[in-house]
Each structure stands twice: as structure tokens, then as C-alpha cells.
């Protein structure tokens, strides 16, 4: 089955650098990967996703670009804000459910 | 809110108790899941449930039951629970089953004594 693999388990950044995440994926087959971010006492949010089509997608501060080669993809965050502070988690899908890795806590300290 | 509602928030049980998870949505979505997510663990899948029919279970013990009476909510029957089900169990919703887009509730966070 498919196992995603994500990096880095934390990450602290000051208010208004960039933030970057990096995932692994093993299955050739999956073509659709979302980013979602959980708030503390929150279910996680859908925030962006890309299809194995595209190498890049961006949505104001946020981007997700992806090697399907390589079998990698990232979430960058520019310009983060405190408010970015959450727990990030990637997820990849191919024919099956989706495979989540295990999550991201950004800091963002003012 | 996002439109999925899961109740209660919090639940603490002893290991001979029953108790249930509830959730539920009206937003015309048709697929209903849960998940159990514990700490630096991914997110496990447990059911999955499309037009009210099970069509999926991963291997999770008798001990979680689920029962979907109509496409809008999703129950999750717990008895004899162990410790180690400690955890926060979401439910998620999606416009289908082949719809990747996943809206997830709170959560009940569960603790088992």
C-alpha cells in the first residue's frame, strides 16, 4: 500500500519568513494530493491540493509544488503570519483511500 | 463549523462501559468516514461508508461498531474499549466516494480508563 513520509515533525519560524514542508510518497499510482491543517481542538482543514498533472499550484500565500520523478511534494508558506500556526498534515491517493502522513507542527512566532 | 457535526466533544470511558459516537451532516453528501488520529501517528482510516452501505474496514477490532442509518449520520458503537483507544476519533464527509475533497468534524476526543 502507499506510505507517505513527512518532514519536518516541527518547525519554528518568525513571523513573516517562509515555511516549507516536504513529503514522500511510495506509489507510483497516486495522483491527487491534498494539504490540510489542523487548529488546536479542530478537525483538520482542507487548505490546497494538486493532481499528479500539474506541477505547481499556488493560492495567495500558499503553494504546493510536485516532482511526481522523484515522488515528492511540498507545501510552502510565505510571508506566515501567527495564525499559520498549526499542525499541517499531507495526504496522497491513488486508486485507494487516501494515506496521510504524520503531521507538521508550525510556529509562528511574532 | 464546517458542516459536519460530531457529539459529544469529549467522552471518558471505563473499560466495561457502551457508549456512542454521533455525527452528522446535511450537506448532501453522500460518503461518511472515521478516523482515529493519535499522536504522532497518521491519521487511520477505520470505515467507510457510501450511500449507507460499509465499504470499507480496516481491520479494526469488533470492539468499534458502526452503523449508518441514512446518508446524513454515522454512529460509532464502542464497548469494552482499551486504554489504548485513547484517542481522537473524527468523522468525515465527501460528496461521493470517489470524491477526494474530504470535510472533517471536531472530533471526540476519548479517553478510556
Known amino acids: 500500500g502507499e506510505n507517505v513520509e513527512q518532514h519536518p515533525s516541527t518547525l519554528s519560524v518568525q513571523e513573516g519568513d517562509s515555511a516549507v514542508i516536504k513529503c514522500t510518497y511510495s506509489?507510483?499510482?497516486?495522483?491527487?494530493f491534498p494539504w490540510y491543517k489542523q487548529e488546536l481542538g479542530k478537525g483538520p482543514q482542507l487548505i490546497i491540493d494538486i493532481r499528479s498533472n500539474v506541477g505547481e499550484k499556488k493560492d495567495q500565500r500558499i503553494a504546493v509544488t510536485l516532482n511526481k520523478t522523484a515522488k515528492h511534494f511540498s507545501l510552502h508558506i510565505t510571508e506566515t503570519q501567527p495564525e499559520d500556526s498549526a499542525v499541517y498534515f499531507c495526504a496522497a491517493k491513488g486508486y485507494s483511500t487516501l494515506t496521510f502522513g504524520k503531521g507538521t507542527m508550525l510556529l509562528v512566532s511574532p | 463549523e464546517t458542516g459536519v457535526t460530531q457529539t459529544p466533544r469529549h467522552l471518558v470511558m471505563g473499560m466495561t462501559n457502551k457508549k456512542s459516537l454521533k455525527c452528522e451532516q446535511h450537506l448532501g453528501h453522500n460518503a461518511m468516514y472515521w478516523y482515529k488520529q493519535s499522536a504522532k501517528k497518521p491519521l487511520e482510516l477505520m470505515f467507510v461508508?457510501?450511500?449507507?452501505?460499509?465499504?470499507e474496514n480496516n481491520s479494526v477490532p469488533s470492539r468499534f461498531s458502526p452503523e449508518c442509518p441514512n446518508s446524513s449520520h454515522l454512529f460509532l458503537h464502542l464497548h469494552t474499549l482499551q486504554p489504548e483507544d485513547s484517542a481522537l476519533y473524527l468523522c468525515a464527509s465527501s460528496q461521493g466516494r470517489e470524491t477526494e475533497k474530504l470535510l472533517f468534524g471536531s472530533g471526540t476526543q476519548l479517553s478510556v480508563l
Open positions: 506509489d507510483s499510482a497516486s495522483n491527487y
Open positions: 461508508y457510501n450511500f449507507k452501505e460499509q465499504t
